[in-house]
T-cell receptor, first 118, second 116 residues
């Protein structure tokens, strides 16, 4: 299976600790997205990359959050000084986009990383 | 600015009966619209998408949706529900953000319950 993978699938941490999640997109996909999903809600956009460039960040993404995609392949999402409100499912998606077609991109989602902050 | 409203948080049907999941959207531009399905412990999967071609869009597993601009709606339907259709369904609108990128906005989801 060469779909989107995320690691770890579950993470439990104590408040104040730093955590890092990894996403491996489908290999030929040039776009990579991060979302956060809380119980009873739809996914909320956090940020996305076109190759290695981070092109947009949501206002939801506080200074404690940082994402990288150093070589245009896998991506990491780090949360510093975690808070209980950070508890959520963090989803990664990838797509193959051409200029001018990004509105119709089909995004392929990974299984998510469930974060619990105690 | 864009938004999407899924009018029902839960829809309950009997197996073999029609399914209707309602979605209304708001967008300053001609949007692209999508329906995704999320089965328990599985990733989100695209059911279908509207990209300004045909207003009636057919998707996987017998689902289809009709784009109605005058009603700003994109309701999802299926003639006959199967037990395997039980899942969470998300309506998504994608339009340009202030930064110029197309950012998807998800609805809150509709939980489809299928009774034997």
């Amino acid at each position: 299976d060469t779909g989107v993978s995320q690691d770890p699938r579950h993470k439990i941490t104590k408040r104040g600790q730093n955590v890092t999640f990894r996403c491996d997109p489908i290999s030929e996909h040039n776009r990579l997205y991060w979302y956060r999903q809380t119980l009873g809600q739809g996914p909320e956009f956090l940020t996305y990359f076109q190759n290695e460039a981070q092109l947009e960040k949501s206002r939801l993404l506080s200074d404690r959050f940082s994402a990288e995609r150093p070589k245009g392949s896998f991506s990491t999402l780090e949360i510093q000084r975690t808070e209980q409100g950070d508890s959520a499912m963090y989803l990664c998606a990838s797509s193959l986009a051409s200029i001018g077609t990004s509105s119709t991109d089909t995004q392929y989602f990974g299984p998510g990383t469930r974060l619990t902050v105690l | 600015a864009q938004s999407v409203t899924q009018l029902d948080s839960h829809v309950s049907v009997s197996e073999g009966t029609p399914v209707l999941l309602r979605c209304n959207y708001s967008s300053s531009y001609s949007p692209s619209l999508f329906w995704y399905v999320q089965h328990p412990n599985k990733g989100l999967q695209l059911l279908l998408k509207y990209t300004s071609a045909a207003t009636l869009v057919k998707g996987i597993n017998g689902f289809e949706a009709e784009f109605k601009k005058s009603e700003t709606s994109f309701h999802l339907t299926k003639p006959s529900a199967h037990m395997s259709d039980a899942a969470e369904y998300f309506c998504v609108v994608s339009g340009p953000s202030s930064g110029g990128s197309y950012i998807p906005t998800f609805g809150r989801g509709t939980s489809l319950i299928v009774h034997p």
